[in-house]
């Protein structure tokens, strides 16, 4: 075993670590762009350059279908830029915040330090009061819109429409877009803090080696009708993809930091619910591969889809999430609507207060799991790892788990499943992966390698 788990690292230290073939570079991408332009060059050493220009290599995931995921690894000198602060981000996607989700020109960006996305234009950290209209108040809303006055109907009137634009004021504060044709990449220690990432109608982009942290929304919904009692929902991801297409997320590490959804206060008999999820893949995108992240100790995590309607989803959402590494999330990891998800040599490590489930079966959704390895707590079995939100079917294929104090076996994850639930899902969603990029591992292997190889920090930058 111990000879395997060498051969295995060895392995994905080779894959990972080296950048695939990338474009002809020019000699002179040197810091050019925002810190460039102020006379701070940031010297960018060769390896990055190169990782800079790297696309997705061919067969690595949906993300590598039609014409592969390349980002900006076209771009001309003058757009190649190092940023340090929001301004700078949004300077080098394009310029205007407000447009920058059509700027198709490729652009490399690279992230040095930490960048808030409550930062004003002049480097000033704002605050939720700051961003709140000035008829908004959580006080006010809270006393207004009590179940024990206002009842089980949905919030309307003078505050919650204050709300509502107090929402628009941090969105157009903290929702950084990106354009089609464009690579991010994080030298180290590269973080982004209290900010969405949004990939909407923006095909062929690269996210990688970024540490996100507390996308938190100010003013969440309050949502009567949402479950028995009524939730919390807050609107902000730390990375979304929207109506985009050919999209590499990886060897990023996505957490809530030192803001976690368990030291939120209770409202209205329910948690304040400030986070959404991690990384949210919705609205018809599709060819995406999610790959050697680190998604830290998060309530909701991978969304695939938001909506039980059938319609333009339908035949969309195809995603593969391949060497992730899941610790301690509670749920979604992923939940799935209508696409073919290919969900194989994971890493999961689960349990404690408020664990719910892995994988949701969603309506239509095909979901093939395979040779993943999940690690449980005391009180999580294997047939609390599937989740049926309306679906039918999922493979589930040489999967392992390690039960609290017991040595890892193989389980069949939907026979342990059907055992305890009813209706039963089927074993066979239908379809099987093609697009898989260098040697698929056996289970027991998994933990070995995406443990300490997967998440920001760990490519040579």
Same mark, same amino acid.
């Given at each position: 075993m ?7 690292? *060895? ?5 990972t ?38 696309a997705?290599?061919?067969g ?10 390349t ?7 003058d ?8 301004a ?36 000033r ?24 006055v ?36 994080g ?9 969405t ?5 923006? *095909? ?20 009567p009708?949402d479950g ?5 929902n807050?609107?902000y ?7 985009s ?15 976690p ?21 919705t ?7 999610? *790959?050697?992240n ?18 333009p989803d ?8 391949h060497?992730n ?27 404690g ?26 009180g ?9 939100w309306?679906?039918?079917a ?8 390690? *039960? ?6 193989p ?20 379809w099987?992966?093609t697009l898989?990029?260098g ?8 933990p070995l ?11 040579p930058?």
């Amino acid at each position: 075993m111990r000879r395997l788990a060498a051969a295995a690292a *060895s392995t994905i230290i080779a894959l990972t670590a080296l950048p695939a073939a990338a474009s002809a570079q020019p000699s002179n991408d040197v810091g050019v762009g925002s810190h460039h332009e102020r006379g701070d060059r940031t010297p960018l050493s060769p390896l990055a350059r190169q990782l800079g220009r790297q696309a997705l290599p061919a067969g690595d995931g949906w993300a590598a279908a039609g014409p592969g995921t390349t980002g900006g690894s076209a771009a001309s000198a003058d757009q190649i830029h190092v940023v340090s602060s929001r301004a700078e981000l949004i300077v080098a996607l394009g310029g205007d915040n407000a447009t920058n989700a059509t700027n198709a020109t490729p652009k490399i960006v690279y992230v040095t330090g930490g960048i808030d996305g409550f930062e004003d234009a002049d480097g000033r950290l704002l605050d939720c009061a700051d961003l709140a209209d000035p008829g908004y108040s959580l006080e006010g809303f809270l006393a207004a819109y009590d179940p024990a006055v206002w009842g089980r109907v949905t919030p309307s009137g003078p505050l919650e429409e204050a709300r509502r634009r107090s929402v628009t004021n941090q969105t157009q504060q903290t929702q950084i877009n990106v354009g089609p044709n464009t690579t991010i990449i994080g030298l180290r220690g590269a973080r982004l803090t209290g900010l969405t990432l949004m990939i909407d109608r923006a *095909s062929n982009v690269i996210v990688r080696n970024i540490t996100f942290d507390d996308a938190r929304d100010c003013f969440p919904a309050w949502s009567p009708t949402d479950g028995e009692t009524g939730n919390w929902n807050s609107q902000y991801d730390l990375v979304s993809v929207r109506r985009s297409e050919n999209v590499w997320i990886d060897h990023n590490t996505f957490t809530d930091g030192d803001n976690p959804d368990s030291a939120q206060p209770v409202y209205f008999g329910r948690p304040y619910q400030v986070h959404d999820g991690a990384l949210d893949i919705t609205h018809t995108a599709s060819l995406v591969t999610a *790959s050697w992240n680190r998604f830290v100790g998060r309530d909701k995590l991978m969304l695939i889809g938001s909506s039980n309607t059938v319609g333009p989803d339908v035949g969309r959402l195809n995603v593969t999430l391949h060497h992730n590494l899941f610790d301690g999330a509670l749920q979604r990891l992923p939940r799935v609507r209508f696409g073919q998800v290919d969900v194989y040599n994971n890493a999961y490590r689960l349990g404690g207060d408020g664990f719910q489930y892995a994988i949701g079966v969603g309506v239509q959704s095909a979901v093939h799991v395979e040779n993943n390895h999940f690690t449980l707590d005391a009180g999580v079995t294997a047939a609390d790892l599937l989740y049926d939100w309306g679906g039918t079917a999922i493979t589930t294929r040489g999967n392992w788990v390690k *039960s609290a104090g017991a040595p890892s076996r193989p389980v069949d994850l939907v026979a342990a499943y059907n055992a305890a639930h009813d209706p039963d899902l089927s074993p066979e969603a239908g379809w099987t992966p093609t697009l898989r990029h260098g040697p698929v591992l056996p289970a027991p292997l998994v933990p070995l390698v995406v443990g300490p190889l997967a998440g920001a920090g760990r490519l040579p930058l």
